[in-house]
Each structure stands twice: as C-alpha cells, then as structure tokens.
C-alpha cells in the first residue's frame, strides 16, 4: 500500500531529528490557544492559564517549581497574554515546478516534503498551521488547524496534486493576503520563477498586512549554474517552447543573470524585513530545516 500523508513525505528517522525543534515569530502574533509567542490582543497579562512541558530554550524563570516538586517534572507556566502561532504554508505547484535535473526530486516534490517537515514542527511545538496550494489559481485554501490529523489531511490533498501548466503566482498571493485577517506567519515555497517586480508587491502585500513573512526560494541545482557537459533541448515547462542550445557556451552569461535575479529577491526581502532562504533540492530537508530552525533561533536572541 502507498503511504500518504505526512509517511508519504517524512520517514520516523526524519521527524525524530525535527522533534526537538520550534519555529518561533519575531514579531507580535495573534491566535487562539496559549503558545510561546507575545499576542497582539491587550488583557490581562498576569493572569494564569494553563501549563505546558518543559522545552529546551524555555525561560528558566517560567519554570513552576511546585508542580516540578510534585511531579518531578518540569512545566512552564503559562498566561492570557501569550498565544499560539498561526503558520500558512504556501506552495507553489505552477508549471515550473516540475522541473528536476534527473538525479534530484522536483522542485515541487520538494516543496512538497519541505512543508510537511515545517507543518510536523509546528505541531511539535503546539502552534497552528494552514495551507493555500496554487499554481494558474489558488487550488486549495486548508484552514489553519492545532491538528496533526488536519496536517496529514492536508498533505494527502496535496499528493493529488502534480504540476499545472502555467503560473499566477503574484495575483493568487494577493488573495491569500486577503484572505488571512490575523497577523500570522506566512511561509512561501516557490522558485519565483515569475515577473518579479509583481511577486516582490505581493510580499509586500503581507508585510503590510504585519506578517512575519519567510520566503523559501526552491531551485534545482542545475538551475543555479546550468552544469550540463554537452548540448541540449530546452524546454519552457509553463509556455512549451523549446530550444536547442549549447549550455557550455552560455553558462557564464547564465549565471550571471541567475545570480542578480536571485540577488534582487535576497535584496527586496531584506528591506521588507522578510527572511529569504534559497533551498537547493540536492539538500535533504530535515538537515536544511534544522540548520534553518537553529540560525533563526541564533539571530533571535
């Protein structure tokens, strides 16, 4: 039997290698259950709510000490004033997004692998995660649940999905920043293989709207510096057209070109205060996500 959901993505070795890591806001956040992360809302910020374990990077000052004498157990306590993390995973399915250079997943497949490894994270650390799946439309809108039955929902949903034809990536993003009416944090996995200017504004369409935006640029090794030893039939996977090229004799000019189109993102994310990552498909996920989890902590202090 073909394994679905988070099994068709993640094996046990890899979800124990995420099981101790936590994706944290760096800005202010609203939800509806208790969490690490300050709330947006105003109340009554003393009052106690509730307890939850113990994790590593806990404030030691919010240790209660009674329950640990009790119990022999370590809990942290817990108050109104704090809730959990609303995370939208954003994956790109258009057109290019199929493209592997043979010894590597497609992009999309590893889209696919890298949201279910964020989505086990974030369950791990008792937030909420949700998830829009667009390609020429937006073809899936999931709500954002507390659920790990919801994410293995989620991510069968998203194995009957393959690649589209097309792309319309900036105007899909616009909507889905309309759509999410509470701060949040907002994950795009895309190789942004768009009009540029135009996916730039649709980022800063959630900035705006005061979400803690990540940006997963996903590529494909070879799309970095067109490595291929001899002459070969280009196709473009969104419009069909074809051409014969000799990629040796315009490799320099190749990457120069990738170079600044992947400069420019890292460039207009950076002034938006959004956290750009490129995420090349020849990386496993777990390692990528928990090098990733480990630097945003560092940079957090």
């Excluded at 000490?65 to 809990?75: H, I, N």
């Excluded at 667009?134 to 009957?160: R, V």
């Excluded at 540029?196 to 996903?218: G, S, Y």
């Excluded at 992947?262 to 090098?291: N, Q, W």
Aim: proline share 3%.
């Amino acid at each position: 039997m073909s394994k679905e959901g988070i099994s068709a993505y993640l094996t046990p070795a890899q979800m124990s290698k995420l099981n101790r890591l936590a994706l944290n806001s760096r800005y202010v956040v609203e939800g509806t259950l208790a969490g690490r992360h300050r709330s947006a809302q105003k109340g009554a910020s003393t009052e106690f709510a509730d307890h939850r374990s113990y994790m590593p990077g806990d404030d030691l000052k919010r240790i209660d000490w009674k329950v640990l004498g009790r119990t022999d157990k370590y809990y942290i306590r817990r108050y109104q004033d704090e809730t959990n993390l609303r995370v939208y995973l954003l994956v790109d399915r258009s057109g290019s997004m199929g493209y592997t250079s043979a010894e590597h997943p497609t992009k999309f497949n590893y889209a696919c692998t890298l949201a279910a490894a964020l989505g086990y994270v974030v369950l791990k650390s008792r937030d909420a995660v949700g998830m829009y799946i667009y390609g020429e439309k937006m073809d899936a809108a999931l709500p954002c649940k507390n659920s790990f039955n919801e994410l293995n929902n989620a991510l069968k949903i998203l194995q009957g999905y393959k690649p589209a034809q097309g792309t319309a990536g900036a105007d899909v993003m616009h909507q889905i920043a309309e759509s999410i009416n509470r701060r949040a944090m907002v994950i795009i996995i895309s190789d942004l293989l768009d009009d540029q200017p135009e996916i730039i504004k649709a980022v800063a369409h959630f900035r705006k709207n005061l979400h803690d935006v990540i940006v997963f640029h996903t590529l494909d090794p070879v799309e970095l510096n067109l490595d291929l030893k001899r002459g070969a039939e280009f196709e473009d996977l969104e419009t069909g057209e074809r051409m014969i090229a000799d990629p040796r004799a315009m490799a320099k000019e190749y990457k120069d070109l990738m170079g600044q189109f992947i400069e420019d993102y890292r460039k207009a994310c950076s002034e938006m205060k959004v956290d750009y990552r490129l995420v090349k498909t020849d990386e496993p996920v777990d390692t990528f996500v928990r090098a990733y989890l480990e630097e945003r902590k560092r940079l957090s202090r």
